[in-house]
């Protein structure tokens, strides 16, 4: 069983941005070890990640698993302090969904519009508080607003054409059949690393920049967001959801589709499309669409029924 982390802990975690500092508060390396390859860094000027793995002090994987670590606990941070905010002020209006959509000119004309669903399954038996304040999800809302930007460009038309010829047989299909298709056009895309593509280690892609320049888990589940908007799918049947793989111990991002069979798991490391709940290896942590996010809680306990 994982010791439960304290708010001291926490707090700590939250403050330090540095590598060294980050690895040494989850004690993967010593403060002795950090002094001595900043000492080191002083002779040769490279990333101090560079001279802890020369140095045979950490591994490479060790430090990616480190960063996201950290990530993930800035993206809890982020979504428990937004629910604090949302708790304390129950009666505020929801904000419009201004700006977060796809851009009008890469929509389907003659796409047929899906109808919504009565009822939405919970996502892997987490529980689930929702809120229409995005306000805190920067990332998000920063890639819509750049998406938007973008389709005032010349290059936009032509790339959304091509989008638009790759799924335009698609319309008037059943919806799992349009998410099986996109889910496999998208995955075709390559899969490269933010600190590789942007230089930075967490960017949430445009699709036209996915598309561009290929992408990591987010840009995946973005781009295929947006396609099925484009086929008429309403953000109600979809969310992209932030996950915790159990298996490599760190974050990732799939997107939802809730069919009539389901929800459905769109997924750039399960090649194929398959039901959300034949997946147990992923821990719900945050969902969010162009309207809410939802922050998911404790798997709900099975109701355990006595025999006589």
Known sequence: MKPTVSLKVLSARLERNRLGEILVQQRRITPAQLREALHLQKSNPQPLGHVLVQQGTVTRSAIYTAIFSQWALRGVAACLSALIVLLSFPTTQAHANSGRDVPATLVLASAAPVSGLSQYPTLWNSGERRSKDLSAFTKWNGMFARFSQEARAPSFQKAAASWKDEIYHLQGKPLEVMALEVNNFANNIRYIEDSDNYGRSDYWATPMEFFTRGGDCEDYAIAKYSLLRALGVPDSRMRVSIVKDLQKN????????????????????????????????????????????????????ATVIASR
């Open 250 to 301: 760190i974050p990732h991002a799939v997107l939802i589709v809730y069919t009539e069979s389901g929800p459905m798991l769109l997924d750039n490391q399960i090649k194929r499309m398959t039901n959300a709940n034949d997946v147990d290896h992923y821990r719900p942590i945050f969902s969010i669409n162009a309207n809410s996010w939802w922050l998911h809680t404790a798997p709900r306990p």
